[in-house]
């Protein structure tokens, strides 16, 4: 199992999914790991020698990024992890996923979460 913070350079990125607008992705990867998960099957590549559900990386600054960005660009529905669990274990540690709600609840951005 590898999990490692990483720096983001964008996190607010425009959707092709039905009735969103944004999608955002704290965390690249997921550690749960679950055999019905769609997410490996649409992966381009795998960080070396690792399977799906064996890594996570943290994106630490996505808070402090989104708070920049929405600043931006126009309201639209956010889905929230159309590619990871907003939710999985590491979110205890890096509250990455409650600090991003909170930059949008202020801005008034309407959220979907997308969890196990």
């Not at 769609?38 to 996505?62: C, D, H, M």
Request: net charge positive; glycine share 6%.
């Amino acid at each position: 199992m590898l999990v490692k913070s990483v720096y983001c350079k964008t996190v607010l990125c425009r959707s092709r999914i039905y009735g969103v607008d944004y999608a955002i992705n704290p965390y690249t990867g997921c550690l749960h790991g679950c055999a019905y998960c769609y997410v490996p099957s649409t992966l381009k590549r795998l960080p070396k020698n690792l399977e799906w559900g064996q890594y996570v990386f943290a994106k630490i600054n996505a808070p402090h990024v989104l708070m920049k960005e929405v600043r931006r660009v126009g309201k639209g529905y956010v889905l929230l992890s159309s590619v990871t669990d907003p939710y999985q274990p590491i979110e205890k540690v890096y509250e990455l996923t409650r600090r991003i709600l909170e930059v949008l609840s202020r801005k008034d951005f309407p959220i979907v979460i997308l969890t196990k």
